[in-house]
C-alpha cells in the first residue's frame, strides 16, 4: 500500500486553471534527457535509491500523478512543479476535491462543496465554495493537504514506510527502460537507466500507484485572479 494516502487525513483531468504547459500531453512520459544508457542499474540498491531521489529532487519542473486506496476510499492527486516552492495541482478523496496552488510560502486553496462541508461543516461551504483561500504552509489547518505541493516531502512520505528495498528485474515504463527495486512491502520503483536516473513509476499494486513523468516540461504557475482570493489569518 503506497504510503502517500497518510498524509491527508480523479484521475481525470487537468483542470486546475491555474498552470500552463509548454509541451504537448503526448509527450508527458519521456524524461527530456539523453538516451544514453546512466549504468544506474549496476549499483548497490542503496545508491540506486541515493541517486534517483537526487535526480528526481533535481528536475527544474516535474509533473506527479497518484491514485490509491485505503479503507474502502480512494484518492487520486495530479500536481506539476515548477522549481522547489512552486507548485499547482488538485488532490480528491472520493467526493471531495481541493485545488491547490504554492508559490513561495503562499498557498491557494479551492475546494468544492464536498471539501469544505468535511472541513469546517456547511457554514464553511457557503463561505469558501468557488473562492481560492490564501494562506501558507505553516496554517496547522491546511499543513496535511499542502504537503502535497512540495515535491521532496511527497516522495519522502511516500517512500518512509517502505524497508527491505531489493533490486533484481529490469522493466519499462513507456519506452524507457527502467531497473526495478522491490521493497518487503511488495511496493515496485522504476528507476530510469537511461538519461538521468529519475523515479518513473511507484507501483504499488491494482489501484496504487504514483507516477513522476513531464520531466523538465516547463510550466508557468500562476496565482489565481485577485478577485476570488479569501485571506486567512495563519
Same mark, same amino acid.
Given at each position: 500500500?503506497?504510503?502517500?494516502?497518510?498524509?491527508?487525513?480523479?484521475?481525470?483531468?487537468?483542470?486546475?486553471?491555474?498552470?500552463?504547459?509548454?509541451?504537448?500531453? &503526448?509527450? =508527458?512520459?519521456?524524461? /527530456?534527457?539523453?538516451?544514453?544508457?546512466?549504468? @544506474?542499474?549496476?549499483?548497490?540498491?542503496? *545508491? +540506486?535509491?541515493?541517486?534517483?531521489?537526487?535526480?528526481?529532487?533535481?528536475?527544474?519542473?516535474?509533473?506527479?500523478?497518484?491514485?490509491?486506496?485505503?479503507?474502502?476510499?480512494?484518492y487520486k492527486i495530479d500536481f506539476?512543479?515548477?522549481?522547489?516552492?512552486?507548485?499547482?495541482?488538485?488532490?480528491?478523496?472520493?467526493?471531495?476535491?481541493?485545488?491547490?496552488?504554492?508559490?513561495?510560502?503562499?498557498?491557494?486553496?479551492?475546494?468544492?462543496?464536498a471539501f469544505w462541508v468535511s472541513?469546517?461543516?456547511? &457554514?464553511? =461551504?457557503?463561505?469558501? /465554495?468557488?473562492?481560492?483561500?490564501?494562506?501558507? @504552509?505553516?496554517?496547522?489547518?491546511?499543513? *496535511? +493537504?499542502?504537503?502535497?505541493?512540495?515535491?521532496?516531502?511527497?516522495?519522502?512520505?511516500?517512500?518512509?514506510?517502505?524497508?527491505?528495498?531489493?533490486?533484481?528485474?529490469?522493466?519499462?515504463?513507456?519506452?524507457?527502460?527502467?531497473?526495478?527495486?522491490?521493497?518487503?512491502?511488495?511496493?515496485?520503483?522504476?528507476?530510469?537507466?537511461?538519461?538521468?536516473?529519475?523515479?518513473?513509476?511507484?507501483?504499488?499494486?491494482?489501484g496504487n500507484s504514483i507516477e513522476?513523468?513531464?520531466?523538465?516540461?516547463?510550466?508557468?504557475?500562476?496565482?489565481?485572479? /485577485?478577485?476570488?482570493?479569501?485571506?486567512?489569518?495563519?
Open positions: 500500500m503506497l504510503a502517500f494516502t497518510t498524509a491527508c487525513g480523479p484521475l481525470a483531468g487537468d483542470e486546475t486553471g491555474t498552470a500552463q504547459t509548454k509541451a504537448s500531453s &503526448s509527450t =508527458a512520459a519521456k524524461p /527530456a534527457a539523453t538516451a544514453i544508457p546512466n549504468g @544506474v542499474e549496476k549499483l548497490p540498491t542503496a *545508491e +540506486i535509491l541515493n541517486r534517483a531521489r537526487q535526480a528526481t529532487g533535481s528536475a527544474r519542473f516535474l509533473r506527479v500523478r497518484a491514485q490509491a486506496e485505503e479503507d474502502g476510499e480512494r506539476r512543479y515548477a522549481g522547489k516552492t512552486k507548485a499547482t495541482g488538485w488532490f480528491s478523496q472520493d467526493a471531495q476535491r481541493v485545488e491547490i496552488t504554492r508559490i513561495g510560502k503562499v498557498v491557494y486553496l479551492s475546494g468544492n462543496w472541513a469546517g461543516g456547511k &457554514s464553511a =461551504a457557503q463561505e469558501f /465554495a468557488g473562492k481560492h483561500v490564501k494562506s501558507t @504552509v505553516k496554517n496547522p489547518d491546511f499543513k *496535511e +493537504i499542502a504537503i502535497f505541493a512540495d515535491r521532496s516531502a511527497l516522495l519522502t512520505e511516500a517512500l518512509k514506510a517502505m524497508h527491505g528495498w531489493e533490486k533484481g528485474e529490469e522493466g519499462k515504463v513507456g519506452t524507457i527502460p527502467t531497473t526495478v527495486l522491490t521493497a518487503s512491502t511488495g511496493d515496485r520503483l522504476h528507476v530510469a537507466t537511461q538519461g538521468r536516473p529519475y523515479v518513473l513509476l511507484l507501483d504499488g499494486g491494482p513522476y513523468l513531464g520531466y523538465e516540461q516547463p510550466v508557468t504557475i500562476k496565482a489565481p485572479p /485577485a478577485g476570488s482570493v479569501v485571506d486567512l489569518p495563519n
